[in-house]
């Protein structure tokens, strides 16, 4: 029988250049959309997935997060003298129990598989997720939890797909499968960011993986890859060589790259127009900006 998937890994470890200044000070998977931050969402996505052990990569400059879900007892007594029990309960999702939740150092920035390979000694033998909290999925199903009932059925590792622009491959990890248009297709071939033109398709990785005990032993043989860096495309791509199953998911949702300040905005835009209180004076918003722009041109 597998073995359930209760573990997962979110690499947080990462400087988040692309949002200086204001990633001088905090990481940024404390940035909001809308009133939560990024690794909110990862982690209710992670919970709903039947995840309980959360292991995060961090790196200097990112305790915000660990006190992020910590409790917060003079806040929580402060919101429940003022009957504000809304509040408190919107407080108490960040609460994570003692135990399930562990911090582990990264020293250098070797790259995602590196970062990953970090979280060995807390794996142990067991199946486990990694959730890449810049891409942020808007699913009626949570992406996760679509891609833990697959495994139920496939085993392997398992990597979420997306179709992207052909233009945007060479930022990807991008997929050559067999299996047609359904949701789970077999994985002949990985490539970590292929070089303009050489990309064998535009089905592209997105940071979503289940991932077998198997695959994090190959960090031991893998060596640097796409732009200098320990990836974790080439240690999942390495079980391919080894004759085990790879998976590529076809999720059901919409996946805003929160690693890009455009994506990072739609996100925040389709987030707020999804909030019942904030829908209306928004979306007025901006379909006047859109009127008065296109009577401008
Ligand atoms: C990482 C992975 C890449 C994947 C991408 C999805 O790249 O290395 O395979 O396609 O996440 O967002 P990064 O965006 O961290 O450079």
Redesign the pocket.
């Known amino acids: 029988m597998k073995k359930k998937v209760t573990k997962a890994i979110f690499p947080v470890a ?1 400087l988040g250049t692309r949002f200086l200044p204001a990633t001088k000070s905090v990481p940024k998977e404390i940035m909001t959309l809308v009133d939560r931050p990024l690794i909110q969402y990862a982690i209710d996505e992670a919970r709903a997935a039947g995840i309980e052990d959360f292991i995060f990569v961090t790196s200097r400059g990112k305790t915000a997060l660990e006190d992020y879900f910590d409790l917060a007892p003079d806040l929580e007594a402060a919101l429940e003298g003022a009957g504000k029990t809304e509040l408190l309960d919107i407080l108490r999702t960040t609460n994570m129990d003692s135990g399930a939740i562990a911090y582990i150092r990264q020293h250098k920035p070797l790259g ?1 598989g590196h970062a990953v390979s970090c979280a060995s000694k807390l794996i142990g033998n067991e199946p486990f997720a990694v959730i ?1 909290p ?2 942020v999925i808007a699913a009626d199903k949570p992406c996760l939890q679509q891609m833990v009932e697959a495994y139920e059925e496939t085993g392997g590792a398992m990597v979420a797909a997306m179709e992207v622009a052909p233009e945007k491959t060479s ?3 991008i997929l050559d499968v067999k299996g047609g248009d359904g949701p789970v297709v077999s994985v002949n071939r990985m490539v ?2 292929p070089k303009q033109g050489t990309a064998p398709s535009n089905l ?4 979503r993986y289940i991932l077998t005990p198997h695959v994090m032993q190959n960090f031991a043989h893998i060596t640097k890859g796409a732009g200098g860096e320990v ?3 080439d240690a999942i791509a390495a079980e391919i060589s080894q004759g085990r199953d790879v998976f590529g998911f076809r999720f059901d949702g919409q996946r805003f ?1 929160c ?1 890009s300040k455009a994506g990072f905005l739609q996100a925040t835009v389709a987030f707020a127009l999804a909030r019942d209180e904030l829908r209306d004076d928004l979306y007025g918003y901006l379909t006047e900006m859109v009127s008065v722009d296109k009577a401008a041109q």
């Open positions: 990462g995602l890449l810049d891409d930022s990807y990890g970590e960011k592209a990785v997105i940071g990836q974790l495309t790259d690693g």
